[in-house]
């Protein structure tokens, strides 16, 4: 607060005054000055966010832009390596040559469901998929079949057989440790050829060590050998009973054991 002090004279006598301001007048205007100089700042903000807005945005767009034009258009993720797994290393290159990846094309625009049915083409595979491994490989994964079963024709042709009953290959002689059939139809269907595989997967492991021969002529007539015995199995109903049945007759003097109806099986 300011103060002004002061004296005079008046009927000779010496009289002293004070004048004092006004309190927080200067306060006021100090005040006020702040208060406008906040709503300028205030007001040029506002003015400027349209224009920041529309840097931002621009600069997002841009940025999208850039990442679309790197992912499908730059050679920066261009498929340049094809990685094939799930097969045994002698395959490895039929199925490089079978999928056909356009190496330099860009990761994200490889098909590669075309190339999956290029692969899958191959009759030994049972599944195949393909995928994108990151910056620039393909992948191929595939399942070969596995031959539970080797069929062989009147023509002597030996051919294996999936557990689906798919005949996918020709081979010079059984694999070790599959079966091996004789059928009078060719090519055989696939129920008569999932009858046999039916037939040999429900013998006990001591039974099966015993076959020595399958013939399947038909889906419902599958007929074993197993040493100097001919089992007439049938086809490919109540094979549990029929293994049951089976155990007891083959401790029987007999040439032939017919179980195609086990409940009244013949033996001779």
């Known amino acids: 607060m300011n103060a002004r002090r002061g004296s005079s004279t008046v009927g000779g006598r010496r009289a002293q005054w004070v004048t004092r301001g006004r309190p927080g007048g200067g306060g006021r205007s ?5 208060s406008r100089a906040r709503f300028a700042a205030r007001a040029a903000g506002v003015r400027r966010r349209p224009w920041l807005l529309a840097a931002w945005s621009l600069g997002i ?10 992912v499908w258009f730059s050679p920066v993720l261009a498929a340049r390596t094809v990685r ?27 098909d590669t469901r075309a190339i999956a049915r290029r692969v899958i083409a191959s009759a030994t595979l049972a599944e195949v998929t393909v995928s994108r491994s990151w910056p620039s490989t393909v992948v191929i994964t595939a399942s ?13 042709q030996v051919q294996v057989v ?7 290959a020709t081979v010079p002689a059984a694999p070790r440790g599959v079966p091996q059939i004789r059928t009078d139809v060719t090519p055989p269907s696939r129920e008569a050829l999932r009858a046999g595989i039916s037939v040999l997967q429900a013998l ?20 074993l050998t197993l040493g100097a015995r001919t089992v007439v199995w ?17 401790r029987q003097k007999a040439s032939l054991i017919d179980v195609s109806t086990p409940g009244t099986p013949v033996i001779r």
């Open 61 to 70: 767009v841009a940025l999208l832009a850039g990442l679309a034009w790197l």
């Open 234 to 250: 049938g086809g490919a109903s109540d094979p549990e009973l029929k293994v049951k049945v089976l155990s007891v007759l083959l």
């Open 204 to 223: 006990t492991p001591a039974q099966r060590r015993q076959v020595t021969d399958v013939r399947v002529t038909g889906a419902s007539s599958v007929s």
């Open 84 to 110: 094939v797994q799930g097969v045994p290393a002698a395959a490895v290159a039929d199925i490089t040559a079978r999928a056909q990846v356009p190496i330099g094309q860009p990761l994200a625009r490889v």
């Open 162 to 168: 999936d557990a689906e009953g798919i005949a996918y």
């Open 144 to 156: 070969p079949r596995v031959p539970v079963l080797a069929v062989k024709n009147p023509q002597g």
């Open 30 to 34: 100090t005040g006020v000055a702040s």
